[in-house]
């Protein structure tokens, strides 16, 4: 059973960068891949950005693709997810998430359903 506790959201203005971390305990997190995602404020979670186990394979949302970048660390079970410049569209709690298979797959990653693991979120709002 895989723990994940996210952490560095917080306030940040427009153009601001932020830097999520997601810490992963009591599993193989090295052998899983890891996701994130997002849910504002009367929407859906969506999709944000999927990382293999190896960090060889990436896929980010249309909408995030250029601005943030997914990222780990398996010898410190730590995963990460780099915003730049922010925008209020970004405001949301963003989760981290696990699935229990190394490499993502196109049809699947972007499901919430594939992941196995999540995370209780953490607020980032952007002020305008």
Not at 61 to 79: C, D, P, W, Y
Not at 98 to 123: C, E, F, L, N
Request: net charge neutral; glycine share 12%; with cysteine.
């Amino acid at each position: 059973q895989v723990q994940l506790i996210e952490s560095g959201g917080g306030l940040g203005q427009i153009g601001d960068s932020l830097r999520l971390s997601c810490a992963a305990s009591g599993g193989p997190f090295g052998s899983y891949a890891m996701g994130w995602f997002r849910q504002a404020p009367g929407k859906e979670r969506e999709f944000v950005a999927v990382i293999s186990a190896s960090s060889q394979t990436t896929y980010y949302a249309h909408s995030v693709k250029g601005r943030f970048t997914i990222s780990r660390l398996n010898a410190e079970n730590t995963g990460y997810l780099e915003i730049n410049a922010l925008r209020p569209e970004d405001t949301a709690v963003y989760y981290c998430a696990a699935m229990q298979r190394p490499v993502p797959t196109k049809i699947t990653y972007g499901d919430p359903s594939s992941y196995h693991y999540w995370g209780q979120g953490t607020q980032v709002t952007v002020s305008s």
